[in-house]
């Protein structure tokens, strides 16, 4: 029985290492870093996480309409220019939702979405429901307002309001902006939306966090998205196991009440959440839901340590969809090319592409090649002259790689 035991847990292993590699390959972009992901996750804090939890928790319960509402919007819009946005957008025409963007390198016009909601109930504080879910977005924004740290799509960090009252800002957001597409509006590849993170003590609830707990992606399997969706559910399992070392991840097809839902027949729509909503939230597994005991202090270090591995999870996730890469500049004088700064991949690459700064591909190589010996070719036949270049490269083993090369005569 051991022995079929072992068997089997090795064949799962390798069944999910081979969708990961034929996956990435397609869904990755070519500047997707794996050094520079591990790089953003490890920056992320869990006291920044508590820290942003805390302080929108302690301005109320922000019911709809409310002072504590327009107050907890103002926090939220001040927390974004003081991390450093520059381009922090309040949506009066859609109850007030609150935005911020990381604008992508090479497909700016094309873009993910983080998003939680800030609203709460009157008798409550709303930490869990969901200042939990907006210290997620406001620390994912944090870790990439780094100006050296690039996307190649944009990332979009979204606070909806009105979810209480019926996901009306993710509603409107939905018909207001999704005719926009490829104009004013970038076209949407995915959204994630967090709610309610810190709570997994079992059902019935126990008052200590059970040994089983888990953060569970849902999607919605009746939904016309429905096999893009539970692709983005698998995606964050798999970096739930890469990026997040205390709790694993889980994957559920019934995704229903959250801010996601609105944009599900369209694109990869998933929620993240302590506990499945149907099954185990609307069973009242989290004794605090819309209670006068969802407050900051309610929850103990475990059940924050949960929440924080739900933001490594998607940061982690999201880097390698939205492709992430160092942008610093490594100068190599091409003569010595064979001797890089900072590189890591082989030097025969089955797939090579070029771009300038702008985002504007002047050189690409499909098939085996040395990409030191290509760069020097197209250096030397005019393509490339003196300047930096963003050099993307997939290796025989589809790994992923970028790096910027200063051309140097």
Known sequence: MNKEKAFLSCLKVALMLAFFINFSASAYPVEYDSTVARRVVDSLKISKFKSYTKGLADIGGREYGTQTNTNGKQWLISALQGIGYTNVTT???????????????????????????????????AANDDASGCALVLEGARVFVNPLIKTHYSIRFILWNAEEKGLLGAKAYVTERR????????????????????????????SQQSPNADIDVEFQKNSTAAAKSKALAVELQLGCNAYAPDYPADTGDNMSNTDSDPFKDYIAAVSVRENERIKEIGNYS???????????????????????NCVQMTIGTICRLAGVYDSTPVSINMPHINKPAHYEISPIVRHIKVFNTQGVKVAEHIGRHNWRHYCKEIQNNGTMPSGLYIIQLIDCNNRAESRYLRIVE
């Open 91 to 125: 949506q009066s025409s859609t109850y007030n939702n609150v935005y911020c963007t990381k604008v992508g390198s090479v497909a700016p016009d094309s873009m993910y979405i983080i998003s939680a909601h800030y609203d709460g109930m009157p008798v409550a504080r």
């Open 179 to 206: 005719p926009l597409q490829g104009s004013s509006e970038p076209r949407w590849l995915g959204i994630i939306q967090h709610d309610m993170l810190l709570y997994d003590h079992g059902l019935p609830p126990q």
């Open 286 to 308: 989290d004794p605090a839901w819309h209670t006068v005991c969802d407050t900051f202090g309610y929850f103990s270090e475990k059940d924050f340590l949960l929440g924080f």
